[in-house]
């Protein structure tokens, strides 16, 4: 965090609650101590009187919504430590989102990029790691009817299921629909094969959605706090825009805690890695920018994330940027 200067981009603001960022994920943890002080609240929608009263086609949905379950609460559901064993990614929502915007000043956890702007949860991937592109649509389209600005996406696959030509047609939809709203749609670069990232700009190594053409979308690589790029972290110098912190994270975890005070499987604490890691920064960055600059359009908070962003070796000739996220440098465009 101080690498990126966010102490510094915060003497301008910490972030507006009118700004709203949709963390389209595993769900988050809404009842942690350090996320449910900045949840998006449908002011619109009364809880619990089981009717849709802002007519949005979500009935009582005041944090968000549950597109697997299909209901209003899009919590991240915990699974026990065997589970994990079986894959999947439980709580890896409630660590993106205290990336994005934990609070901050209230003396426990962490503190997000942005910590005084909105989250709104939306699920779509169930604790078992699974999600549909039809569900992701949805959540897409529920984050952008509803008012959020940034769209944190730290999912995706290797190139498109052929086996799915209608809903990745549906999805590129979605996504320039969130243009035409004005919305930004931060993606996670993608990890690679067995730990080793690729060449996104190739058109047989795409990673979907990142790696689509539409514009209003960030693709972010992972970088270390020695400006390295992660070994797992896809790159491109067409396709990946930009990079920022994503080895050894630590965040909001499931239960009320934090990566520094859960063991992993392995017996260690568990910090984290990954460009799912590294989005939620960039998304928080846009968040932070766009607090400070309200009438910018997506087209000018993109260009100053890019702009700013500081040139560092790991990305020459392997970014659009080729640069890492520079928060304090962003705030003073
Ligand atoms: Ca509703
Ligand atoms: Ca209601
Ligand atoms: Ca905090």
Redesign the pocket.
């Given at each position: 965090m101080l690498d990126i200067g966010v102490q510094d981009a915060w003497t301008i603001t910490k972030g507006n609650p009118e700004m709203i960022v949709a963390v389209i994920d595993t769900g988050v943890d809404y009842t942690h101590e350090d996320l449910a002080p900045n949840l998006w609240r449908?002011s619109?929608?009364i809880p619990n009187n089981g009717i849709?009263?802002?007519?949005?086609?979500?009935?009582?949905?005041v944090i968000g919504w549950d597109f697997v379950s299909n209901d209003n609460k899009p919590f991240d559901l915990a699974v026990e430590p065997l589970q994990l064993l079986q894959g999947g990614n439980p709580g890896h929502g409630t660590h993106c989102a205290g990336n994005v915007g934990a609070r901050s000043d209230n003396g426990v956890g962490i503190s997000g990029v942005a910590p005084n702007v909105s989250l709104m949860s939306l699920r779509f991937i169930s604790e078992k790691g699974e999600g549909t592109t039809a569900e992701a649509i949805k959540a897409i389209r529920y984050a952008v009817d509803n008012g959020a600005k940034v769209l944190s996406n730290s999912w995706g696959s290797e190139g498109d299921d052929p086996a799915e030509e209608i809903e990745n047609k549906a999805l590129k939809e979605a996504i320039l629909y969130a243009q035409e709203h004005g919305a930004i749609f931060v993606a996670a670069a993608g990890n690679g094969h067995n730990g080793v990232g690729y060449n996104n700009d190739s058109d047989s190594k795409p990673a979907f959605p990142a790696s689509y053409d539409m514009d209003n979308i960030i693709s972010v690589a992972a970088l270390d706090n020695q400006d390295r790029l992660g070994s797992f972290s896809n790159w491109g110098v067409k396709t990946v825009d930009i990079g920022a912190p994503g080895v050894k994270v630590f965040s909001t975890t499931v239960g009320g805690k934090y990566s520094d005070t859960v063991i992993d499987m392995y017996g260690f604490k568990a910090t984290w890695d990954g460009t799912s890691m590294s989005a939620p920064h960039v998304a928080g960055a846009a968040a932070l920018y766009w607090s400070a600059h309200p009438e910018k359009t997506w087209q000018e908070v993109k260009e100053a994330i890019l702009t700013s962003a500081k040139p560092i070796d790991a990305l020459a000739n392997k970014a659009v940027s080729g640069g890492k996220l520079d928060v304090k440098a962003l705030m003073t465009r």
């Open positions: 449908n619109r929608e849709d009263d802002d007519n949005n086609g979500y009935v009582d949905d």
